[in-house]
């Protein structure tokens, strides 16, 4: 495969304009994620409602990858269950370990995010794809377990 | 040795790994900063350690014994001789450079208290930053640091001006090259100011000991750390050279075997340095390949080693200089500059990410390095988070140069015209 396709233009459609980026409130949870080999940094916030994503927004500095792919999660997850959510993040996370093993299931449920089947072939850059999304699982998760989720909605608290 | 010379083709026949292909591309590789390719007399040099005279150091009293303990102190001899060490004695292996450096801070910092100051530079690699900050949060110390101008060097004035080395500084450490900038500091200068208040100078000679010739009281220092892999050796091999007496004024670092005199339930007394600094089986194998990179060095000659980098160096500036989009940082002539040269690439208004370009140019078959190479506080006070960096040695040629420049033109037009 050549490096060229990687760069999916779908993907540079994300990078050019990143989705949901910018960090919002309200949020019940925000975390600061990095990559500490090549110093790719997202600060992502999370809103809860009643078990529903209704908010993901983040600050990132990055590689194409990172931040298209911050921007094609955001895209995904915002509206669905939580449990939905994380479903979608073990899918990619497989697509990422697929070393480029197109299923064809995650076309329907993936969407843009299969763009990224590229870069499942370059072992290097899969720390970059998924940034965002360990990030978005981490404050999503720290969001349920301190119940700030619908207790304190709309109020900002720093993870 | 000239840039076009049969000694080059020499030189690069070598170096097996060079006429490989990479991604059905002939490889170009730009990333010895990083860590050097090793020629066949180094390689050939470990395997013939293993196959005929394998055996443990200074404790087998048998044959292979003796000829393995003469093989790695025959390469502490090499490599004291490469670097104008005034005995073997001065030289202490090490894993590598960072063990080195941590070697350094573990033994001066015995004594260090609150109030007390220790000076490094914002230009370090990661391996002269945090066994200093480590040391500076078990003692009470205070880490300051050089600023450096805005052509990439140390800020010597800036430093005059706040008084940075002053009576409370005990240990002064500073790169003699930055891995970034390729800026090489007037270590001396430095050291006769920290010398001057009485504190002991470290240098973190890691990417200057591969590309110059080193004579270490000339650098005036009392510690040198520099490491194998990058000056052709095997990896697993460093090195601490120290003045004699201060090392034997030194605490032992790593508690084990064979850095002892006398062990006794009641305590034990140590061996005289450097092997009080060796604890446990060293690498042996590995101080012998880097002693033979060592010779290899020799022959080839360092000072013509240097020469032919240097014309690389400005080659290279010149071609990216010319290059639309790119911005060296750092010093931008040769003048007291090596071959490691970091820049970003943007496509007008857009900054193209270092791993972006590195991915495209290595599907090209070249090989650099993209992100802060361990130098983070360095990449914050330029005011970037990332760069890519490109770095020579001997076996490079100005067709390599050549590569990485048409390379980042079509990057830049790649995504010049998809963004």
Redesign the interface.
């Known amino acids: 495969m ?3 396709d ?2 999916q ?1 779908i993907i ?1 459609d994300h ?2 304009a990143k989705h949901h980026s910018g960090l919002r409130e309200p949020y019940a949870c925000q975390v600061s994620h990095v990559n500490p ?5 997202i600060e992502l916030r999370v809103n809860l409602d009643g078990g529903v994503v209704a908010d993901v927004s983040y600050l990132a ?5 990172s931040q298209a792919s911050a921007s094609v999660m955001s895209d995904l997850v915002i509206g669905k269950t939580v449990e939905a959510a994380f479903g979608l993040s073990d899918e990619f996370t497989e697509l990422m370990h697929s070393r480029g093993d197109l299923q064809p299931q995650w076309e329907d449920e993936l969407e843009d995010a299969v763009a990224f089947i590229g870069v499942a072939k ?1 072992p290097a ?1 899969v720390k ?1 794809a998924l940034l965002g999304w360990s990030a978005f699982k981490d404050a999503a998760l720290q969001a349920l377990e301190s119940g700030t989720a619908t207790a304190t909605k709309g109020v900002p608290h720093a993870g | 040795m000239t840039a076009q010379s049969d000694a080059l083709a020499a030189v690069r026949a070598d170096f097996p790994i060079l006429a490989r292909e990479v ?1 059905s591309e002939p490889l170009t590789y730009l990333d010895s900063a990083n860590t050097s390719h090793k020629p066949r007399q180094v390689v050939d040099a470990v395997a013939e350690h293993y196959l005929r005279h394998n055996a443990n150091v200074a404790r087998a009293m048998h044959t292979l014994g003796a000829e393995a303990t003469a093989a790695f102190e025959g390469a502490r001899e090499k490599v004291a001789r490469f670097v104008g060490a005034a005995q073997p004695a001065e030289i202490v292996f090490t894993k590598n450079a960072s063990e080195a450096l941590n070697l350094a801070a573990h033994t001066l910092g015995a004594g260090l208290r609150p109030g007390d100051e220790i000076v490094t530079t914002v230009m370090e690699h990661h391996s002269n930053i945090v066994p200093w900050q480590l040391l500076a949060e078990r003692s009470g110390a205070t880490l300051r640091w050089f600023d450096i101008t805005a052509d990439g060097r140390l800020d010597l004035e800036k430093a005059r001006a706040e008084n940075l080395i002053n009576e409370r500084t005990k240990i002064v450490t500073l790169a003699w090259v930055s891995n970034v900038l390729g800026t090489v500091n007037p270590t001396a200068e430095v050291a006769a100011a920290a010398h001057g208040v009485g504190a002991t100078v470290v240098v973190d000679a890691s990417q200057g000991v591969p590309h110059l010739p080193t004579d270490v009281a000339a650098l005036g220092a009392d510690l040198v750390a520099f490491t194998g892999h990058k000056m052709l050796g095997p990896t697993g091999i460093g090195v601490l050279w120290g003045r004699y007496d201060l090392l034997a004024a030194l605490p032992p670092f790593l508690g084990g075997g064979e850095m002892i005199e006398v062990v006794r339930m009641a305590g034990s007394t140590y061996a005289p340095p450097p092997h009080r600094f060796e604890a446990g089986t060293p690498p042996i194998a590995q101080a012998v390949g880097l002693g033979a990179a060592v010779e290899y060095l020799e022959g080839v000659g360092i000072a013509a080693v240097a020469a032919h980098e240097h014309l690389l160096t400005e080659y290279a500036l010149q071609r990216l200089h010319a290059t639309a989009g790119v911005q060296i940082l750092g010093p931008q002539t040769t003048q007291d500059r090596t071959g490691a040269i970091s820049f970003t690439l943007a496509a007008g208004d857009l900054e193209i ?4 370009l590195m ?2 140019l ?2 090209r078959g070249i090989a650099v390095r ?3 190479h361990c130098a ?1 506080p360095l ?1 914050e006070r330029l005011g970037i ?2 760069s890519t960096r490109a770095s020579v040695y001997l076996y490079n040629t100005r067709a390599d140069i050549d590569r990485l420049a048409d390379g980042l033109a079509y990057v830049r037009d ?1 995504f010049g015209r ?2």
């Open positions: 050549n490096a060229e990687l760069y233009e540079l990078y050019r080999t090549c110093g790719d940094e500095r990055g590689c194409s990858i370059f850059r970059c | 991604n990410h270092p791993h972006d991915q495209l290595d599907g993209g992100g802060h983070r990449h988070q990332a790649f998809r963004l």
